[in-house]
C-alpha cells in the first residue's frame, strides 16, 4: 500500500510513498527529537541507520524522495531535517480528531499525552452508551452517535479514530465515510472495508501479541 504525502502551504509532494517509508520517517523523525534533546547538530545516515534498525542505503533513499537535506561527508543538521521531516509528516499543522467510542480504549486515547504534542485534537467524542452521552471528558461533551453525521458535518474533522466493539465498527466507517471523513485510525479487532480515496490504519493490538507469542513459540 501507498501513500500520498504532501508538504504544507505550496510545497507538495505529488509522488506515491509507501507506507514502509512513511513508518520510516517516523522512526527518523523521533529519533532527531532525542538528538536535539541531546544537543547533537549533526548526524550520519549511519547512525540514523544503526538506531532506527535500517541501512544508510535505505536512509539516504528515504530522503530522497522529498529532496536533498544532508551534504556528502558531513551528514545532516539534526534541527533542519526534524524540522523537514516534521513538515513532510504534516506535523506543522493542527489536526482535529473525532473519537466514536469512549470506552477504556477511547478514554486512554484522550488522555494519550503525544496526541497532543503531535498537533492533534480531540474535538468531538460519540459514543451510544446513555449514561456517557451528556457526560465530560477532558472538557468535551459526549455527543450521541445516534447524530454522528450531523456531529461531523457540525465540526471540522480531519481523523476519526474508532474504539468501538467489532460488530459496530464497519457501520460506524460507513457513516463515518458517507459524511466525508477520508482518514480513519481503527482499533477495533477487525479490518475496515471503505473506498480507496479513504485512508485508514488498523490497530489491533490483539493480532501484535499474537505476534509475540509466535516469536517466543519458535525460538
Do not use: C
Not at 486515547?109 to 492533534?120: D, R, S, V
Not at 449514561?131 to 465540526?155: A, F, P, Q
Request: net charge neutral; charged share 25%.
Amino acid at each position: 500500500m501507498s501513500t500520498p504525502i504532501s508538504g504544507s502551504g505550496a510545497e507538495r509532494f505529488n509522488q506515491k510513498i509507501s507506507d514502509a517509508t512513511v513508518g520510516r520517517l517516523s522512526r527518523y523523525y523521533r529519533t532527531l527529537k532525542h538528538l536535539e534533546a541531546d544537543n547533537v547538530q549533526t548526524v550520519s545516515s549511519d547512525e540514523l541507520a544503526k538506531r532506527n534498525n535500517s541501512t544508510p542505503a535505505q536512509v539516504r533513499k528515504d530522503f530522497s524522495f522529498f529532496g536533498a537535506f544532508g551534504r556528502r561527508g558531513l551528514g545532516y543538521n539534526v534541527l533542519n531535517l526534524k524540522d523537514n521531516i516534521m513538515r513532510i509528516l504534516g506535523l506543522d499543522q493542527e489536526w482535529h480528531l473525532a473519537l466514536v467510542g469512549v470506552g477504556n480504549i477511547g478514554r486512554a486515547l484522550i488522555h494519550f499525552k503525544q496526541f497532543e504534542e503531535q498537533n492533534f485534537h480531540f474535538t468531538l467524542l460519540l459514543d451510544s452508551d446513555p449514561k456517557l452521552i451528556g457526560t465530560k471528558i477532558s472538557g468535551l461533551e459526549v455527543k450521541n452517535l445516534d447524530n454522528l453525521s450531523e456531529e461531523i458535518r457540525k465540526g471540522h474533522v480531519d481523523i476519526a479514530v474508532i474504539a468501538v466493539p467489532v460488530d459496530a465498527a464497519q457501520k460506524v466507517a460507513n457513516a463515518l465515510v458517507e459524511t466525508g471523513v477520508k482518514a480513519i485510525l481503527n482499533f477495533a479487532p477487525i479490518t475496515l472495508m471503505v473506498s480507496e480515496d479513504v485512508s485508514v490504519r488498523n490497530e489491533n493490538m490483539v493480532i501484535e501479541i499474537e505476534r509475540l507469542s509466535f516469536a517466543l513459540a519458535n525460538v
